[in-house]
Nanobody
Framework: QVQLVESGGGLVQAGGSLRLSCVAS????????MGWYRQAPGNQRELVAS???????KYADSVKGRFTISRDNAKNTVYLQMNSLKPEDTAEYYC???????????????????WGKGTLVTVSS
């Protein structure tokens, strides 16, 4: 069993900042990619940012230059620093990890994708 606990969401005015955190715990051999997705009402879930185990990052064009993703492998935690927030950033933000359950899985390349329950970010104008 793997658990993802997200925190840091809330209500903020446009131009403000928030920092999201997601801590992974439970049974896993290693975590590969970690990322943040978001879903606004009526929209599909979309990638916000992701980071590999060695720190390579990817961002949605809409957040480049404003959001920064980072991770602490020792703490199994991924962060999303969100600056210069806009009303259009309002959404439920979901943590996502890709992990190997055990050594055999890592050798076989059998990775598992897992989602957190989400944390709401609301940006007022």
């Amino acid at each position: 069993q793997v658990q993802l606990v997200e925190s840091g969401g809330g209500l903020v005015q446009a131009g403000g900042s928030l920092r999201l955190s997601c801590v992974a715990s439970g049974r896993f051999f290693s975590i590969n990619d970690m990322g943040w997705y978001r879903q606004a009402p009526g929209n599909q879930r979309e990638l916000v940012a992701s980071i590999t185990k060695i720190g390579s990052t990817k961002y949605a064009d809409s957040v480049k230059g404003r959001f920064t993703i980072s991770r602490d492998n020792a703490k199994n935690t991924v962060y999303l620093q969100m600056n210069s927030l806009k009303p259009e950033d309002t959404a439920e933000y979901y943590c996502n990890i890709n992990y190997f359950r055990d050594y055999v899985g890592s050798i076989q390349g059998y990775a598992i994708n897992y989602w957190g329950k989400g944390t709401l970010v609301t940006v007022s104008s």
